[in-house]
């Protein structure tokens, strides 16, 4: 299995381990857990989940 770098450069993967680990490294790098989603209200992700945890905990 091989994957292309954000430089061009393939990669070879040996193992599934390896390459799920390739995979959370790259969303890791370049999703922004801080920024505002319109599909959530404008809150960051971070925030949703924090206000979706009190709703829970609340019963609501």
Request: no cysteine; hydrophobic share 35%.
């Amino acid at each position: 299995m091989s994957k292309l770098l954000e430089d061009g450069i393939k990669r070879w993967t040996v193992t599934r381990d390896a390459a799920r680990q390739d995979v959370f490294e790259y969303i890791a790098l370049f999703y922004n857990p801080q920024r505002k989603r319109t599909n959530n209200g404008m809150q960051s992700p971070v925030d949703y989940e924090i206000r979706q945890r009190k709703l829970n905990q609340a019963g609501v």
